[in-house]
């Protein structure tokens, strides 16, 4: 997570804990100069893995 106000850091941790509950996925928060669009105060990137759906049974 990149962030360009240190003071916002708090507010981003607790949304980050309520959207991914249980999971705590790793994550680290950088405090930067600025974002691609100043409008921004976050930017998060993330990378996901999806599996495939389980084979469908065979009709029988």
């Not at 804990?17 to 669009?37: H, S």
């Amino acid at each position: 997570m990149y962030i360009v106000d240190a003071a916002d850091a708090g507010a981003v941790g607790r949304a980050h804990r309520r959207a991914f509950g249980e999971a705590r996925p790793a994550a680290t928060m950088v405090v930067v100069a600025g974002l691609l669009d100043p409008r921004w105060r976050v930017e998060i990137e993330a990378e996901a893995v999806l599996r495939p759906p389980a084979a469908a049974a065979p009709p029988g």
